[in-house]
C-alpha cells in the first residue's frame, strides 16, 4: 500500500507549492530551495531503505542542508527496529516535532454501515443523530471557496496561510482523488456551510484531511454527522481503510500538546490504533 505522500498527486502538489521533486528509485523526494544553504528535503512515508551510497549521492546532486524522514513503518512491524538502528547508526536523530504523524486512527471500510456505526462511542451514535433532529444535512459539493470561508473563520491568525495550499490540493486531487462534504442547517435561512471535511483518497485509503467547523456548528453537532457520512462517502468510492491523519503521540508530548481535543473527538469513532515509527532527521 503506497501512502498519499509518495503519490503522483502529492507530488504535483508539492510543486505547485514550490517544492521540487526529485527520486531515489520509486521514491519521491520533496526539495526547498534555501539561497546559500542549499537544499531542505523530506522523504515522507516511505517503506524503503536507502544505502549509504544513495544518501550521499543525494546529497551531493541536491546540495541538501537538512533531510527528514517519515518511515512508512507500523512499531510493531518486523522491519521497523533494524530501520531505526540502520537511521540512527547512520546520523539521523528522533524528531521531537513530527513533520509526518505518528500515531493515527484508521477504521476497516470492509465491515457493514452497520458494524462501522455500532462501533462508535455511545456518546458519537447520540451526536450523529442529535445533529438529524437539529435539521442538520450533509452534502457532497464542489463549493471549495465555501469550505475555505469556515477554514477562515476557525483559523483567523493563520488564514493568510489557507487558501492557496487548499486550492493546490483541489487541484490536483479533485475529482478523483477527493471529495469535499459540507454541513448544512434546515433551521437557518442563510444556508450557509455550517463545517466541512476535505477527503484525499488513494491506493483505497481515505484520508481526514481538512476539518473545519464554525461554532454554531459545532452546537448542533455537523462535526459528528460529517465523519459519519465522510466514512459512507469514502465506503461508497471502494476505499478500504480510512485514516484520522493523526492523533495525540505520548512519545511527544509537547509536539501533541494542542491535538488533545480533537483526538478525544476522533477516539469517539472506533477504529484502531496505529503507532508509526518515529520521523528522523540529519
Known amino acids: 500500500m503506497t501512502d498519499i505522500r509518495q503519490s503522483p498527486p502529492f507530488a504535483a502538489f508539492m510543486k505547485d507549492l514550490n517544492w521540487r521533486s526529485a527520486k531515489i528509485g520509486s521514491v519521491h523526494v520533496y526539495l526547498k530551495k534555501f539561497p546559500l544553504f542549499g537544499h531542505f528535503a523530506k522523504i515522507p512515508r516511505t517503506e524503503k531503505y536507502f544505502s549509504a551510497n544513495q544518501f550521499k549521492n543525494l546529497y551531493k546532486q541536491c546540495r541538501i542542508f537538512r533531510l527528514k524522514i517519515a518511515p512508512y513503518l507500523k512499531v510493531q512491524d518486523k522491519n521497523a527496529e533494524p530501520y531505526k538502528r540502520k537511521l540512527l547508526n547512520s546520523g539521523f536523530k528522533i524528531e521531537h516535532s513530527p513533520f ?6 484508521q477504521i476497516d471500510l470492509t465491515q457493514k454501515e452497520e458494524t462501522i456505526f455500532n462501533s462508535f462511542a455511545e456518546a458519537k451514535r447520540r451526536g450523529v443523530r442529535r445533529a438529524v433532529k437539529n435539521g442538520i444535512t450533509v452534502k457532497e459539493t464542489h463549493d471549495l471557496e465555501a469550505f475555505i470561508k469556515i477554514r477562515k473563520q476557525q483559523y483567523k491568525l493563520i488564514s493568510f496561510l489557507i487558501t492557496k495550499e487548499m486550492k493546490m490540493l483541489w487541484k490536483n486531487f479533485h475529482p478523483r482523488h477527493a471529495a469535499l ?15 466541512g471535511i476535505l477527503l484525499l483518497m488513494y491506493d483505497k485509503v481515505a484520508y481526514y484531511w481538512y476539518a473545519s467547523a464554525l461554532k454554531e456548528g459545532k452546537k448542533l453537532f455537523a462535526p459528528t454527522l460529517l465523519v459519519w457520512e465522510a466514512l459512507r462517502t469514502a465506503k461508497s468510492r471502494g476505499c478500504r481503510i480510512f485514516d484520522f491523519e493523526g492523533i495525540c ?15 478525544k473527538f476522533k477516539e469517539g469513532f472506533g477504529g ?3 503507532i508509526f515509527l518515529e520521523n528522523f532527521l540529519k
Open 100 to 105: 509526518n504523524p505518528t500515531t493515527t486512527i
Open 181 to 195: 462534504l459540507l454541513a448544512y442547517s434546515t433551521q437557518q435561512s442563510s444556508r450557509k456551510p455550517l463545517a
Open 249 to 263: 503521540d505520548d512519545r511527544f508530548p509537547k509536539a501533541s500538546l494542542t491535538w488533545k481535543g480533537f483526538t
Open 272 to 274: 484502531k490504533k496505529i
